[in-house]
């Protein structure tokens, strides 16, 4: 994410090209080694490192999916290392660095509001009831970068339906655990903990939006949201919270966090498209990770590619004003 009130590290939004984020990544190896977050390393270095390691815990059980068949994913140390996740720091690099001790089990979740079951359920309680499934999903962050990636996990509808929402329910929201002694990001108030975000109830109902637990066929690693975390492929990536620990079913339109900390620059509906730049710069074109510094542009789908099972949520609203 880009924020308004940014490190000297991290990128302008007017760099945003190869050449100068080339330049700005060699700035904040640099001022990174310096303060002695991460030895100096050439950029992209890090997906070669052993923090971009996968966890090695094999998922069982986890049955293919039509998804993505025809996509190929991208090298899983570029998913592991180029990260967004600001409870362990602001630099992409620094989730992978700074969440290696997080210890993700065991864990519970709160599930409330318009639910007929309310409670607190263990992870193995909201997830091993269902069958795992792998879906391979373009992923699409704000700042432009994509990737491809075999998430698994289970519909967020399989957990919804068990929860019984009742007729008052319009919203989901999700809140990511808020503990600053494990969460070392959150000793900063570079956002107002915890993350919150949240979807409509038909959106969380979709049967695209995926309640990731694993990544190519392991358990989640911590800089990519452990031990749960959503995954909605034609949003940019900032609707899909990490490490979640209470969904409540709600009548209203929940507050999220990238839209109270820039209302003008993050909306609700976050959905990709070409056609709505962001204030400060288009995001009609995007890098593929892994791709190289210098290739790899290629046009931003609407949608994130997903338009066909997902445009009809959305028919009759402007996109240019529900952003
Ligand atoms: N709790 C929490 N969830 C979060 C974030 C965060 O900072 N905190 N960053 C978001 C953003 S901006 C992106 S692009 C994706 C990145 O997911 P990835 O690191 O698995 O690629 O996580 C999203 N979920
Ligand atoms: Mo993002």
Redesign the pocket.
């Known amino acids: ?1 880009q924020i308004r009130y940014r490190k000297d590290s991290e990128p302008k939004s007017s760099q945003i090209t190869p050449k100068s984020v080339f330049l700005d990544r060699r700035k904040f190896l640099k001022s990174a080694a310096a303060s002695g977050l991460i030895p100096a390393l050439g950029p992209f270095a890090m997906a070669n490192r052993a923090n971009a390691a996968l966890t090695g815990k094999v998922l069982p059980n986890v049955s293919k999916s039509p998804y993505g068949a025809t996509l190929t994913p991208t090298k899983s140390s570029y ?1 592991t290392s180029y ?5 362990f720091g602001t630099g992409k690099e620094d ?1 992978a660095v700074l969440a290696r001790d997080f210890e993700p089990k065991p864990w519970s979740v709160v599930v409330d509001g318009e639910v007929g079951k309310p409670g607190t359920y263990n992870f193995e309680d909201l997830i091993s009831p269902h069958q795992l499934q792998e879906r391979i999903y373009r ?1 699409r ?2 700042e432009a970068w994509a990737m491809v990636v075999p998430w698994v996990g289970i519909p967020l509808a399989d957990i919804i339906k068990r929860m019984e929402p009742t007729s008052k329910a319009g919203y989901v929201a999700f809140e ?1 655990l808020n503990d600053p002694n494990r969460m070392p990001g959150q000793t900063r108030s570079v956002l107002d903990w915890p ?1 919150v975000e949240g979807l409509r109830m038909d959106e969380a109902m979709n049967p695209l939006t995926l309640m990731a637990v694993g990544l190519y066929g392991e358990e989640l690693p911590n ?3 452990a031990p749960m ?1 959503l995954v909605v492929p034609w949003k ?3 609707k ?4 979640i620990v209470r969904i409540s079913l709600v009548e209203k339109m929940p507050p999220t966090t990238w839209n109270k900390t820039g209302p003008g620059e993050y909306g609700f509906y976050a959905n990709v498209n070409p056609e709505v730049s962001h204030p400060r710069w288009s995001q009609a074109k995007e890098r593929v990770l892994g791709s190289g510094y210098f290739s790899g542009k290629v046009d931003t789908l609407k949608f994130n590619g997903y338009g066909e099972e997902v445009a009809s949520l959305y028919a009759g609203m402007d996109l240019a004003k529900n952003y």
């Open positions: 994410m998913v990260n967004n996740f600001y409870e989730p992923f962050c704000v990511t993350y800089q990519n949201g975390r940019y990536g900032f899909s919270i990490k490490s």
